[in-house]
């Protein structure tokens, strides 16, 4: 009876997760979009307007990341040049500017895929010892 009831629970917790990581295509398209471009693969161009005037005041096309600073009213633009280095951009935004973020070459992309990429700098290498093998286990000798 308790394997059934161990059962019963696994397979609704695997239930409740398919329906929690359910999406649209278009949700899984555009997450995978925007996870490629912020690994500086996808060229875009993103284009500063000033809304009294109707006028651009800034340009910047290449391969980049783009984050929105809201709290501190600002974009924060990260470019990959050819040699490899990065430059780091911040623009104030206010009511009367805007932006536009255009994708310009697009990218072959899947609606289905999903990864998972741990970066080896980020996990910490751990080592654990048995200590009944350690030379230094005085142990009773059961």
Same mark, same amino acid.
């Given at each position: 009876?308790? !394997?059934?009831? =161990?059962?019963?629970?696994?397979?609704?917790?695997? =239930?409740?997760?398919?329906?929690?990581?359910?999406?649209?295509?278009?949700?899984?398209?555009? +997450?995978?979009?925007?996870?490629?471009?912020? /690994?500086?693969?996808?060229?875009?161009? %993103?284009?500063?307007? /000033?809304?009294? =005037? *109707?006028?651009?005041?800034?340009?910047?096309?290449? +391969?980049?990341?783009?984050? &929105?600073?809201?709290?501190?009213?600002?974009?924060?633009?990260?470019?990959?040049?050819? *040699?490899? &280095?990065?430059?780091?951009?911040? !623009?104030?935004?206010?009511? =009367? !500017?805007? +932006?536009?973020?255009? *994708?310009?070459?697009?990218?072959?992309? &899947?609606? +289905?895929?999903?990864?998972? /990429?741990?970066?080896?700098?980020?996990? !910490?290498?751990?080592?654990? %010892?048995?200590?009944?093998?350690?030379?230094?286990?005085?142990? *009773?000798?059961?």
């Amino acid at each position: 009876m308790k !394997i059934r009831k =161990t059962l019963v629970a696994a397979m609704a917790a695997v =239930t409740a997760l398919a329906l929690v990581s359910c999406g649209t295509q278009a949700d899984r398209a555009s +997450y995978n979009l925007s996870r490629e471009a912020d /690994n500086f693969n996808v060229p875009r161009r %993103v284009v500063m307007i /000033n809304t009294i =005037t *109707d006028k651009p005041l800034m340009e910047i096309v290449g +391969y980049l990341s783009i984050k &929105s600073d809201n709290a501190d009213g600002q974009l924060e633009i990260t470019v990959k040049n050819e *040699d490899g &280095s990065f430059k780091k951009h911040f !623009i104030g935004l206010s009511p =009367t !500017i805007t +932006y536009t973020l255009e *994708d310009l070459a697009g990218t072959d992309i &899947s609606p +289905y895929r999903y990864q998972i /990429n741990y970066l080896p700098e980020a996990i !910490i290498p751990i080592e654990l %010892v048995d200590a009944s093998d350690s030379p230094a286990w005085e142990g *009773d000798g059961r």
